[in-house]
């Protein structure tokens, strides 16, 4: 076969991959479609959204039809669960648009121009809220923005409190002050400065609670997240927020206002610790980014990539979570015991000391993968 064959041979090839590109994409829009009459279907039904056991046929359907036709089973599994996402994402956002839980109503998003309160805010205009933000940030166009919260209206139905923890103490003591009817909330990380001023607010007659969606604002589906609600001495606050994540796959608990902090020190104070502790070792190493690189491991890449992201996060806000949290030394205090620790049982050369702290983690590990995720389809023996 000559040089111009070959070329010939490879364009056909390309052509012919980008028809199957093409209609891999059609067919994805079309399964798309047919998620939004299936939500419509289960919304009249008053069905959950998310099905584990329907996850699990579909994606050992697919494993096996793979396996027919040659194809890698975990690459058409993997492709699966995107488009499983996507289909989720979708029936959640179209379910509270249909629901429709603001319409005629108005909300104030108190803090709406950083990354939170602008998750917020569309999450609310998504229900058919008309969604005011107030914000020192410079404001968008065809957006009714307030640089200062104290010159928006206070008679609207919803306010929510996305500033910085410092500042939100005193927006509520604030509203307190003002008096309004609207169910209030604040979606802070940490809640030992808040709590005082909660308090005074709910004891001033305001309709107020505590909540904190445990994810970050890239969020879009919001099935298998947490949002904790904290009754602040209003119980219909409580039921009042909670109902705006109704249409939604979120779990919503209820937490202590006063134990939530000692939970997060963990949840979030730890985990926070335990990256940045990573990248301050590797950039204090003494060796170049580049020759790590070279023979990163998978355990190393993994986490790489969760380090990476806690490094491009606002470094106030995560110095807050750990400076504010009057809790915040019972996570960094269990750290340094953990890295002590296994320092003395390398150096001892303890290697049965050494066994039963992984064999304890693992358990530990185990039974806590079980509770969070009983039913996940992910989780199935394949």
Known sequence: MTSEQRQAQLKALRDRLDVVDADLVALAAERQRIVSEIGRVKQGDGRQVRDFRREREVLEHVRRRAKQLDLDPDLAEDLLKRLIEASLTRQEQERGRLAARG??????????????????????????????????????????????????????????????????????????????????????????????????????????????????????????????????????????AAALFTDTMAEVMAVELEQHDRLIALVLGLSHAVNIAFFTALAGSGIKAEQLAGISSTTFSRQLAITRDVAAENPDLYFEIQRLNQHGNLARDALLSAVTHLDQLVTSDNVEGFRSLMDTGRQYLESLQEVIHPTDPRLASK
């Open 103 to 240: 319409d005629g109503r108005r909300a104030l998003v108190i803090g709406g121009g950083g990354l939170m309160g602008r998750w917020l805010a569309g999450f609310l205009d998504n229900q058919g809220f008309s969604v005011a933000v107030a914000d020192p940030s410079p404001a968008p166009e065809d957006q009714d923005w307030y640089a200062d919260w104290t010159e928006a209206p206070l008679d609207v139905e919803l306010i929510a409190i996305a500033a910085p923890i410092r500042i939100s103490a005193g927006i509520i003591d604030g509203l307190a002050d003002r008096g309004t009817d609207a169910l209030v909330f604040d979606i802070g990380s940490i809640k030992t400065p808040l709590i005082k001023p909660l308090r005074r607010a709910a004891a001033a007659g305001l309709n107020i609670c505590s909540v904190h969606p445990m994810f970050g604002p890239d969020t879009r589906l919001l099935s298998g997240r947490h949002v904790l609600l904290m009754d602040v001495g209003c119980a219909q606050a409580v039921g009042d």
